[in-house]
């Protein structure tokens, strides 16, 4: 199986730097640390499969050779088998097992085929992951896109939640929420606010839905009493 590895690593590897590798020398580590070098990547574990899946491949050795690997270990990084049907194809760690040593692979994204009982390697990731729906520990931007039981339409009860959601897909700070009482290409409003003059001047008006759902204006002045926002003269909203 090593030799299988090698032949790929020989073929891949740049010529003008040399690099070759002996099959009767060269440790599964010592092929790790080479791939680490080829692809740019932290290569932080290897081993074998002892159970071949195109979702849920296992390696039942991991728990007694790296016992402090508990639950959710690898979550966020990939897996990849170096050789097989699936050779070199890097794939999102959902959840793992460490009783069992089971990859769990994003359900979106399995190996093409099953990768059969392979050497394979664990690549760094993002380590970013959904949170449940409708949890309330939204941390990241990946946690509140995740969040997919929001209503798209407004509903008070959910608009903190919506808000954050906002927040994640534009990468940006939401100020405020809230709905038109009047509606206008240059200056809309919305007579709730309470906000003292000038309080959203330079920030930007984002309609949720409608047919202009997804524009974003400029706001030039917020005016009280009447919460009116004077769009930016140049860009209104196209109706």
């Not at 990731?125 to 209503?151: E, H, M, R, W, Y």
């Not at 409003?189 to 309609?207: C, M, P, Q, V, Y």
Request: hydrophobic residues 40%; proline residues 5%; charged residues 15%.
């Amino acid at each position: 199986m090593l030799a299988d590895i090698v032949g790929k690593l020989n073929s891949m590897a740049n010529k003008d730097n040399n690099l070759t590798f002996n099959s009767s020398t060269d440790s599964l580590e010592a092929i790790a640390d080479v791939l680490s070098s080829i692809y740019g990547v932290s290569v932080l574990g290897f081993g074998t499969f002892t159970t071949s899946s195109t979702t849920v491949p296992a390696d039942n050795t991991r728990a007694a050779l790296y016992p402090s690997e508990n639950n959710n270990y690898w979550n966020g990084c990939f897996l990849m088998p170096l050789t097989g049907n699936a050779a070199m194809q890097p794939r999102y760690i959902a959840n793992y097992a460490s009783a069992t040593g089971v990859f769990t692979l994003a359900a979106s994204n399995p190996f093409t085929s099953a990768p059969g009982l392979v050497n394979y390697v664990i690549i760094s990731g993002s380590n970013c992951q959904v949170c449940p729906v409708d949890s309330f520990t939204n941390l990241t931007i990946n946690d509140v896109i995740g969040n997919k039981a929001d209503s798209d339409a407004f509903d008070p009860a959910s608009a903190h939640s919506l808000v954050r959601l906002l927040k994640a897909v534009l990468r940006s700070v939401a100020q405020g929420y809230g709905t038109f009482t009047t509606s206008s290409a240059t200056v809309p409003a919305d007579t709730s606010r309470t906000e003292a003059n000038g309080f959203f001047n330079g920030a930007k008006l984002l309609i949720r839905s409608g047919s202009l759902s997804g524009q974003q204006r400029r706001i030039v002045k917020f005016t009280q009493p009447g919460g009116i926002f004077t769009l930016d003269d140049c860009c209104p909203f196209t109706s």
